[in-house]
């Protein structure tokens, strides 16, 4: 809740529509400050000099004068107090909030011991340094100033709240909003007590009325957060995306608190949670949010989490088919492996088969497909791709995949090829050092001589 181009237009605002206008040109006191109170003679002939420099909006010339006046006037005069309040205003009038901190201060305090204003002015006052304090506040990167600060913010809004027997809901939501920033400046440290006062105050606010403002839900679920009540601060996200379905953020938000809290160790309660984040989203997408391909996937991870793979699978088909997924390698991989999981092999084959026309140079495809084709039994399709994938490269662990082609290529009896792929693999980098593949080659160069043996010995014959 920054000072905003709209509170600097209010400001300038308010000085305009008499604030300053008031006193102008005039010797004696305005509606402002209390009738039985004076200007001297002489503060009062020279204030007629404003009102042409006012006319001709001199403004710098304005300061100029009224801050002379204000230097020799009396201490503690009324004098002091009326061209104080004036020099701040003129100083809010050019849209110096700084500067107009020190005469309004000094106006207050003088109003507070002599009575010199009137009370919805002294009001206005109180309002003004809340205001131009939490600017100061939230402008500054020293965090020493920044308390500083906000502390004084939060002050004088105090003093307002106290004096009023009913504060406005822009007053009360100012307040909540500058005692969550104050907890939170130090986002190492946070302020608990700040915290809950902060929470207190939303939440009474929000019983306050049949309408509450919109921001007193995003304080209160931002205590929440911070107070690790992701449960609670579902119920008011779900509140939200009821009262504002067409908020995208709500929507985004209540899927991230349900995801958050799917990593509960209790296992039925974290399934519960993973499948309320993709009602979630499934909710969201019936409005047409949430249905980004990054969405989407989320969607389908929450239901590979659950072991709702046909689920999941099926979202996922559609989406590589529409667009709504990311049209990736790695996708079309997941979707042959969520297909295995439903024991649909031929459309996992399917699946990366399709793939291959998309990424023509990828082995690693070529792989999956051997792979599966061997858990199948079907071992020559599975030769068939094995090779395709050794030739096109691009393989993950290359000497896994040469090692897999030797053990089939025996199997086959392709012993002389079997024996290449054995050499490939021991020449790799990632090649294995457990010695299998040393015991293969040992039963391939066996194999190979009894296969010559037999056909000498046939020979001799």
């Not at 949010?289 to 559609?318: C, R």
């Not at 026309?357 to 990828?362: E, I, N, T, V, W």
């Amino acid at each position: 809740m920054h000072l905003s181009a709209n509170f600097r237009s209010f400001l300038r605002a308010l000085v305009l529509c008499g604030a300053v206008w008031a006193v102008l040109g005039l010797g004696t006191a305005s509606a402002q400050t209390r009738g039985d109170f004076a200007l001297s003679e002489r503060v009062g002939e020279e204030l007629t000099k404003l009102q042409p420099m006012v006319d001709a909006k001199n403004w710098d010339g304005a300061v100029a004068l009224v801050a002379r006046l204000n230097a020799s006037a009396a201490p503690n005069s009324y004098d002091q107090a009326f061209l104080s309040d004036l020099l701040a205003k003129l100083h809010l009038q050019k849209g110096e909030y700084t500067q107009a901190i020190v005469p309004l201060e000094t106006a207050l305090r003088l109003a507070d011991t002599y009575g010199y204003f009137e009370k919805r002015n002294t009001e206005m006052m109180l309002d003004y340094l809340s205001k131009i304090f939490y600017q100061e506040g939230t402008s500054t990167k020293s965090p020493a100033l920044q308390q500083q600060y906000l502390t004084k913010a939060t002050m004088y809004l105090e003093r307002i709240i106290a004096d009023s027997p009913s504060p406005t809901a822009d007053t009360m939501l100012f307040y909540t909003s500058l005692l969550y920033n104050r907890a939170v400046l130090d986002p190492n440290k946070v302020d608990q007590n700040l915290l809950k006062q902060a929470k207190v105050n939303a939440e009474k606010s929000l019983l306050l009325s049949n309408h509450p403002k919109e921001n007193f839900y995003v304080i209160l679920l931002a205590t929440l957060q911070q107070q690790g009540d992701f449960a609670r601060a579902a119920e008011y996200y779900e509140l939200l995306v009821k009262k504002y379905p067409s908020n995208k953020n709500y929507w985004s938000q209540l899927m991230a608190t349900y995801v958050t809290l799917s990593q509960d160790n209790d296992e039925k309660k974290a399934r519960s949670n993973n499948l309320r984040a993709a009602v979630t989203i499934e909710r969201a997408q019936e409005r047409g949010f949430l249905n980004t391909p990054k969405d989407n996937f989320n969607l389908i991870g929450i239901y590979f989490n659950i072991g709702q793979y046909g689920k999941a699978t099926e979202l996922l088909h559609e989406g590589l088919k529409t667009g709504g997924i990311e049209n990736t390698q790695k996708n079309w991989e997941l979707l042959a492996y969520s297909y295995q999981q439903v024991n649909r092999e031929s459309q996992a084959i399917a699946a990366l088969t399709e793939a291959t026309k998309l990424y023509p140079k990828s082995g690693q495809l070529e792989l999956q497909i051997g792979q599966i084709y061997y858990g199948l039994d079907e071992l020559p399709d599975a030769y068939r791709h094995l090779k395709l994938a050794v030739e096109k490269g691009g393989l993950e662990k290359p000497a896994s995949a040469y090692g897999f082609l030797a053990y089939l290529c025996y199997e086959l009896g392709k012993l002389e090829e079997a024996l290449e792929c054995i050499r490939t693999t021991l020449s790799l980098p990632d090649a294995p050092t457990d010695g299998q593949l040393n015991r293969l080659r040992q039963a391939v160069e066996e194999g190979i001589r009894d296969r010559e043996a037999a056909k000498n010995g046939t020979r001799n014959t």
